[in-house]
């Protein structure tokens, strides 16, 4: 039997927001995939914004919330390109500890992850 993990979202936060980025789909490899050809960074950056599911702290200047749509992503990633690669970072620490926490122990038996349940 193969068995797979559920997707969850994973809360980072950047510059005072939080953001929640679902783990990376095989959809999300071929969709970018199949548009035009671009720099291997451009193809990083699209894949990662398109993973930002939710967000707290990020609204208008009006004090309304912003959506957290491709739209008001492209606006905020566009006005804020350094803001991607601070939650990317975010993002890629928490990876980093829960693989530490999960890699074999000296007497080879598994971790268990304290993040799931």
């Known amino acids: 039997m193969i068995t797979i993990n559920r997707p969850e979202l994973k809360w980072v936060e950047a510059e ?6 679902r783990e990376e789909r095989f959809e999300d490899v071929i969709q970018l995939m199949q548009t035009d050809i671009e720099s291997e960074w451009a193809f ?3 894949a990662f914004v398109a993973r930002i599911q939710d967000w707290k702290g990020v609204g208008f200047p009006n004090g309304e919330p ?12 566009g006005k804020r390109p350094g803001l991607l690669n601070q939650i990317a970072e ?3 620490k928490e990876q980093d500890e829960a ?3 999960s890699e074999p122990s000296q007497d080879g038996q598994l971790k ?5 349940t």
């Open 99 to 101: 693989l530490k926490n």
């Open 44 to 46: 990083s950056a699209r």
């Open 66 to 77: 912003a959506p957290c749509d491709p739209e008001t992503k492209s606006a905020l990633f």
């Open 112 to 116: 268990p992850d304290p993040t799931s």
């Open 16 to 21: 005072g927001a939080e953001f929640a980025i």
């Open 90 to 92: 975010a993002y890629l």
